[in-house]
């Protein structure tokens, strides 16, 4: 085993996944907490709902497209400015969190919008007949009614995540990916980049599975 993964420093691998693990934490919980009500404001400006705006509409659709087409290794460098502005530093796992959080806002809003038009728009239209405010209906009906989308889009959110940790290793982000560029694709060291690979994998495997654990939970309740 030890003639396997000779170049393994265990030490650093466990760091690197701490690293990781801080990095999806953090950029997860901000997502979540910045993608939410603009996925809940997309769904309630959009055509025929209770604030409908198109041009309000079409400005918040514009400006989540455009990041959500963005490629995210050009987005690290883009954003690294504004980084080091807000952090006072582009590097490690401070450095990282902006443009996670960044370029998963947008994606994370879209598929909290896709889960609130699932609703069934009769149960909402009930709720309102019956002198509901929009926040009521928002918090004891719509998003209620979404758990279970919601529950599947902050899963997806996540993989995504773990796959913009990994990029963040190109300008020194810190975690696994970091790991797996410094070792095993500048020095050649094809065991670091094995276990880099098969620990994000796990990593991805964990979240899908507990994911889909609770919206199985919550679909049978």
Avoid: K
């Avoid at 910045?34 to 809940?40: F, R």
């Avoid at 991805?204 to 939970?217: F, I, K, T």
Wanted: glycine share 10%; hydrophobic share 50%.
């Amino acid at each position: 085993m030890n003639e396997w993964f000779a170049h393994v420093n265990w030490g650093e691998v466990a760091e690197a996944c701490l690293d990781t693990s801080s990095m999806l934490g953090a950029a997860l919980a901000c997502t979540v907490l910045l993608g939410l009500p603009l996925g809940v404001l997309l769904y309630l400006t959009g055509q025929r709902q209770l604030l409908e705006s198109p041009r309000l509409y079409r400005l918040l659709s514009v400006v989540a497209n455009v990041l959500r087409s963005m490629p995210f290794i050009i987005l690290l460098i883009v954003l690294i400015p504004v980084t080091t502005l807000v952090t006072g530093t582009s590097l490690g796992v401070r450095g990282a969190i902006p443009p996670l959080v960044v370029g998963c806002t947008p994606f994370f809003a879209r598929l909290v919008e896709s889960a609130l038009r699932e609703v069934d728009r009769g149960l909402v239209e009930a709720v309102q007949s019956m002198g509901a405010s929009t926040p009521q209906v928002i918090l004891h009906t719509l998003l209620p009614e979404a758990r279970t989308g919601l529950i599947a889009a902050v899963t997806v959110t996540a993989i995504v995540l773990v796959d913009y940790t990994a990029m963040a290793g190109v300008v020194g982000g810190g975690g696994l990916g970091d790991l797996a560029i410094r070792f095993g694709y500048q020095r050649f060291q094809t065991d670091v980049m094995v276990v880099t690979v098969l620990l994000l994998i796990l990593l991805v495997q964990a979240l899908q599975m507990s994911g889909d654990r609770l919206v199985r939970h919550y679909t049978r309740r």
